[in-house]
Structure formats: C-alpha cells, structure tokens
C-alpha cells in the first residue's frame, strides 16, 4: 500500500502553491483534483497581486491590508524566477494598475486614504504620462505597481514541475478510513482501470474551495454538527470583447472600487475585459441582460468619452468561498481549520496563497508531520493514475454574447 505524508485535495492556487513548497521542503504529497485544474475562483479570478489598496480605501490599516501587503514582492520574485516556485512561465498582463476616482467628494477622500497603508503607494502621472483612455477623466489619475497575472498560465506553471504528483479522480468513488483515534490513516480511490487504490498518509489537507464543504463531510468520522465553517459570497462578473485597448485598473468611488477593470487576450486575438469590483457586487442581484446593461452604465461615467459601439457583452457566476465569519464579510486573513489530523483551508485571495502555505507548514511542524522523502521511487505506486487538464478561462467557455446594439433592438436597453 502506498504511503505518503500529505495529501491535497483541489488544484486551484492553494492547492497548487502548497503542492509545490512541500515537495520542495521533502514531503512525499500527491494532489488529487476532481474536474480541471483552477475550476472554481482561481480560473474566474482577476489575476490581481493586491497589495492591499482596496483594503486602505478608508485610510486605515486593517489586518488584511497589513497581511496582503508583505505579498507583491514575493510573487514579484517568483515571477521573475528569482524565488520558488519559479513562475517565470506565468504570463504577466501588467506589471501595474491605473487607479482614478469618480468625480465625488468621497471619491477624493478614498484616494487619499488608500496612499496611506501601501507599500508602493500610487504614483501621479502628468497629463502627458496618462492613457489615451483616461484623459477626459476628472481629477488626478494615478498608476500603481500592482501587478495582474493570467490565472491560467499561473496554474499551468504551477501544476508543472510537479506534474507526476497531481492526479484526477472521481469524487463519487472516494472514502477516509480512520484509525483508532478517529485520525485519516488512509483514502481510498478508483484508478482509471476500475482498481481500487488505498493510499496511507499521515495528513489530508481540503483546498477544493467550494468543494472543502463536500469533503469535509466524507473526511470526518463525526462531522461536526457546526456546519458554518465556510461562506460563499458571490459575485456576477461581466466580460467585454473587441476592439477596446489592453487596461488594468480601479476607478475608485468613495470607500470603495466601483469597478476594476482587467484585460487579457482571447484564444482567436481578441481584447477581452473583464469587469469586476462593485459592479459585479451589485450584479448579484441583477439578470444577465440587466447586469450587461448596468455595467455598460458605470463604464461610461468610469471613463467619460469610452466608445461602446461595436463591443460583445457576456457575464459569469461564480462564489468566492472562505472561512465563515461572524459578518458574513471578507475574513482579515487567510483561513485554516484544524481537526486532528485534517486541515481545510481558503486563502480568502489568490494573492494570499504564499502566506496560506508558509501557515498550512506551521500545522504540520505543530502536528509532528515531517518530510520523509528520500528519493522519487515512491511515485512509482501512482503511475496508473491519470492527469488532470487545466482549466479555461471564463471567456472561452460562456457562449450568446450580445452587443448593446442588439439588445437595444430588441427593445432589452431603454
Ligand atoms: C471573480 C473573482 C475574482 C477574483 N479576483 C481576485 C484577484 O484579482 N486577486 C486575488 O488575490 N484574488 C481574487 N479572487 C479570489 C481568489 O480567486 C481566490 O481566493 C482563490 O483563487 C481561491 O483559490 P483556491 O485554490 O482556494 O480555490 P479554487 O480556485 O476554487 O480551486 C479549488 C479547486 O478544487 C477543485 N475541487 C473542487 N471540488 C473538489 C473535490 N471534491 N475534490 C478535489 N478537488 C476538488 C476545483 O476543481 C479546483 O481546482 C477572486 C475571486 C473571484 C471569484
């Protein structure tokens, strides 16, 4: 029977992050991933290394701000491959973010109040310096060293060096067996031949997002009868396509981003955007055909002058899972549950992923779990097992856009 140290389910950032550093400090840790690699919030995300901006917005230094504002440099080094895990193969959409604010007193309050708390505080670019984009834009417009990454390459990069330790199986075919204790001394899976598969470990960790809730069901011998251990907050996000430029950037209202706009390029070359921030908080609530109206509103008074005529309008759903809090709001930090010897975890962001797994170490050091690798001969026992694809970008895979144009003839657009 095969043994290793740590088994991960889910192959989203954490997940994947976390993979990596243990096989790099010598746990023997395989992943096992149920659909596509990043399908969930990874894939659907934004790409942004926040360094903490949207927490600074009241001008106060909060606990997420102080946590999520040490992360910039270190993904700034595994970018440039200068750190591990190398991310060097990751695909950088921009290395800042434009930040400008609609024309209200608040507005000018929330600038001023995100310089405050970040490491990199937003520069003033002169009138010559601004994009073509932004220049009918009231008020001083500001650029950010911030950088945003494509969520599918990142997973790709991540899901590379260790590519012979991450594996698909089938969900409905998983059991826990449990020692004495009631501690996981192994899982059992279906190899693709119909085999079953008993794998000893020492530690599980869930990093499924969404998924963490099923799993933690089948992982307790006594489930817990508390089940508010996680939250779902959804967003509806908006997708733009066509000819608009390549743009990464905040508008600020108030206390908050009324819209974040980040950009990428689409497998046939075309620009896409993708809309989130406030608008996709308000969209929650609205139909599709609502949402792509109510966005194509705040673009217009987030960048007077833009030329909507022409473009393809799509929208996505998707929750952000996390750790419950009492508030329902976002948690302070990244979140980790331990019970015996299972660990289920959500970064809260995808830029919190390092500091999820330097935290995920401290529980194993804590729990006596060390690395035992000696040499690669133990992956031997898995090489039937298969591997997963990795996931694609929301963009690729919605179908029925619409132009305003379109909506509007068939009288959907007042
Ligand atoms: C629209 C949106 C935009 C965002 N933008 C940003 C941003 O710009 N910057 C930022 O820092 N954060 C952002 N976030 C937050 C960030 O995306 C998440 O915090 C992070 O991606 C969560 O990663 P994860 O690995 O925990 O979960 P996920 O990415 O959800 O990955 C879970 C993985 O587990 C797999 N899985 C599910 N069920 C099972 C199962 N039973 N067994 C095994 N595997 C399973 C899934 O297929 C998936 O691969 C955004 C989130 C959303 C929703």
């Known amino acids: 029977m095969p043994k290793v140290d740590l088994i ?7 997940g994947l992050w976390t993979l990596n550093e243990a096989s790099r400090l010598g746990y023997r840790c395989i992943l096992l991933e149920a659909f596509e690699l ?7 995300s934004q790409g942004i290394i926040h360094g903490g901006l949207k927490y600074t917005l009241q001008g106060m230094m909060t606990g997420s701000a102080r946590w999520i504002r040490e992360m910039p440099l270190i993904w700034r080094n595994a970018l440039k491959g200068a750190a591990q895990p190398d991310l060097s193969g990751t695909k950088i959409r921009s290395n800042h973010c434009y930040l400008w604010r609609t024309d209200s007193v608040s507005s000018r309050l929330g600038m001023f109040g995100a310089k405050m708390g970040l490491r990199v505080a937003p520069k003033n670019l002169t009138s010559e310096e601004t994009p073509e984009l932004l220049a009918q834009c009231p008020g001083p417009i500001a650029v950010m060293e911030e950088q945003v990454i494509s ?3 990142l997973i790709a990069n991540l899901s590379d060096t260790f590519a012979d330790q991450i594996f698909k199986y089938d969900p409905e075919q998983l059991s826990f067996q449990f020692d004495a204790d009631k501690q996981i001394s192994s899982v059992q899976i279906l190899t693709p031949n119909g085999d079953s598969l008993t794998i000893q470990t020492d530690a599980v960790l869930l990093t499924a997002g969404r998924g963490n809730e099923q799993l ?6 006594q489930p817990s009868s508390d089940n508010q251990v996680m939250q779902k907050r959804p967003l509806h996000m908006t997708l733009v396509r066509g000819a608009l430029p390549q743009f990464n950037g905040h508008c600020v209202d108030g206390a908050k981003t009324s819209i974040t706009i980040t950009s990428d390029t689409d497998s046939q070359g075309r620009t896409i955007w993708q809309l989130g921030g406030q608008v996709s908080e308000v969209g929650v609530k609205l ?3 609502e949402l792509i109206q109510h966005a194509a509103q705040e673009l217009s008074v987030s960048i007077p002058g833009i030329n909507l005529s022409g473009l393809e ?3 996505y759903s998707v929750d952000r899972a996390e750790g419950a809090t009492k508030s329902g709001l976002r948690p302070e930090t990244p979140q980790i549950l331990k019970e015996g010897n299972l660990l289920t975890a959500w970064p809260t962001k995808l830029a919190l992923a390092p500091r999820l797994a330097t935290d995920i170490f401290q529980h194993l050091h804590d729990m006596h779990i060390k690395p035992t690798l000696e040499d690669s001969s133990w992956k031997a026992s898995f090489s039937g097992l298969s591997r997963p694809l990795v996931a694609q970008h929301p963009w690729e895979t919605v179908e029925d856009w619409m132009t305003l144009e379109g ?7 007042a």
């Open 8 to 14: 991960i389910f889910g192959g989203g950032v954490a």
């Open 38 to 44: 990043g399908s969930g919030q990874t894939i659907a």
């Open 151 to 153: 969520p599918q390459t």
């Open 287 to 289: 139909n599709r055909v």
């Open 407 to 413: 909506l509007r003839s068939f009288g959907d657009v």
């Open 216 to 221: 933690r069901n089948l992982a307790q011998q």
């Open 313 to 315: 309008w799509n929208t």
